[in-house]
T-cell receptor, first 115, second 114 residues
Framework: DTGVSQDPRHKITKRGQNVTFRCDPI?????LYWYRQTLGQGPEFLTY????????KSRLLSDRFSAERPKGSFSTLEIQRTEQGDSAMYLC?????????????FGPGTRLLVL | QQPVQSPQAVILREGEDAVINCSSS?????VHWYRQKHGEAPVFLMI?????EQKGHDKISASFNEKKQQSSLYLTASQLSYSGTYFC???????????????FGQGTILTVHP
């Protein structure tokens, strides 16, 4: 049973460039979440999907950010025209949809540094 | 609104106990506890649902007081491996169901010394 995987694990880019991250959830988990974590803070919710439907987006997610989950399996998070303030750890989590609450399992994260 | 964790940091010697608290101003559906080591992803510890339940796992247990919207994580007979940052994540109550997204506290740094 493999866990949540993310790719790449590290990304260094120059300001203004576009970057794309990939998340592969645990097999058969139909909920997928993206969070962002900066140093010394807890993860902040960005968006989540149930199957291929994007059900909620945080106000943190500016129009430079877009996420997709085209076939209800893996997801991508794209940041356009990156800014230095985008430097953070981007975490993906998945959960099964069960009636009495869901445990979210996190992937290893993608650490982004914008120069 | 972000839940508030206390204390911000705890230093223990091996074998000592600790309690970490998490308070929310919102009606909660569930509380999730995670431990994160430096540079790694958060690791799930346990989930508590509304109803005032208490759970335990080895020497780590937690409680959820629905009336007060508070949860506490209890670490007994701490081990070196317990060191890390502990986060509570809360899911708000919306008509008896959770929308799933978690709002995390700012974290409690736990350091266990030999």
């Amino acid at each position: 049973d493999t866990g949540v995987s993310q790719d790449p694990r590290h990304k260094i880019t120059k300001r203004g460039q576009n970057v794309t991250f990939r998340c592969d959830p645990i097999s058969e988990h139909n909920r997928l979440y993206w969070y962002r974590q900066t140093l010394g803070q807890g993860p902040e919710f960005l968006t989540y999907f149930q199957n291929e439907a994007q059900l909620e987006k945080s106000r943190l997610l500016s129009d430079r950010f877009s996420a997709e989950r085209p076939k209800g399996s893996f997801s991508t998070l794209e940041i356009q025209r990156t800014e230095q303030g985008d430097s953070a750890m981007y975490l993906c989590a998945s959960s099964p949809k069960v009636r009495l609450g869901e445990t979210q399992y996190f992937g290893p994260g993608t650490r982004l540094l914008v120069l | 609104q972000q839940p508030v964790q206390s204390p911000q940091a705890v230093i223990l010697r091996e074998g000592e106990d600790a309690v970490i608290n998490c308070s929310s101003s919102k009606a909660l559906y569930s509380v999730h506890w995670y431990r994160q080591k430096h540079g790694e992803a958060p690791v799930f510890l346990m989930i508590l649902l509304k109803g005032g339940e208490q759970k335990g796992h080895d020497k780590i247990s937690a409680s959820f007081n629905e009336k007060k919207q508070q949860s506490s994580l209890y670490l007994t007979a701490s081990q070196l491996s317990y060191s890390g940052t502990y986060f509570c994540g809360t899911a708000a109550n919306a008509g008896g169901t959770s929308y799933g997204k978690l709002t995390f506290g700012q974290g409690t740094i736990l350091t266990v010394h030999p």
